[in-house]
């Protein structure tokens, strides 16, 4: 199979990637087959996967507007994927130019990707690193490089969470971000949701992910909810991703379709 020029040696392209899955629901150039053929086979399960991905985009879009409006310059985006249109930094530039983002991917994939279309950027990096080492990643020196940890800063844990397994325990992972966030600080989460919908669903989707180096773990409204511990969610709470402010209350409908939900967080003070 012809390797291009952006993907390292070092991946393996027979191998799907979630990061690669998830650029060719948003009609990416960067997948290559056997990504195409975990990504069908999701769509066989769950034929709104597409949808998914474009609904989770939209949230993340209207979020970081969101935290623009409200005066945060610094984001530390985490499982950030392959930057395709729309990316935190572009969104925020548009109200504060000043904006400085980090994204983190442990995708070499999105990693590589997304050194290529940031190079010469000054107040935007990336850094290859797993989530699931949350003080890896704030002693990182880029990191601490480019964001002012005495200042707030919007971590985004965006369409993330669901790759990380209860027994890797999410909720001291995020108590070590939180810990390191100054007052004014706020927390972005999305995540796979099942509730209201199709029983065997779960089973579906989570068989073909076990094929993928990230299996998925679905999580309810009430577990995703306690997962803002110390944070208090911005209205309208956690809800089906199309529901958080949306645009028109035409883009909210059908809402569950949707799969993710999501909600922000500001940090108590
Ligand atoms: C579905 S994409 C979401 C991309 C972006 N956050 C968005 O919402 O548009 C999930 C990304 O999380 C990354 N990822 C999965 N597990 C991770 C982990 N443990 N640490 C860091 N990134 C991870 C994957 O490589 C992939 O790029």
Redesign the pocket.
Known sequence: MHRPDWAPDSIDIERP???RM?DYYLGGSHNFAADRAAARAIVDAVPEAPLVAQA??AF?RRAVQFLAEAGIRQFL??????PTVGNVHEIARRIAPESRVVY????PV?VAHSWEILSGDDTTTVIQ????HPERILAHPEVTGLLDFSQPVAVMI???LH??PDSDRPDEILRTLREALAPGSYLVLSQASDEGRRPTEREDVEAVYQRTD?PLWIRGQAELTALFDGFELVDPGVVWVPQWRPETPESAEDAERAVLRGGVGRLRE
């Open positions: 990637s979630v990061a998830y989770n985009r993340l985006d985490i499982g950030s994927g392959i983190v991917d442990v995708d999105a690193e797993d989530l699931r965006v369409a993330v790759f990380v990230n």
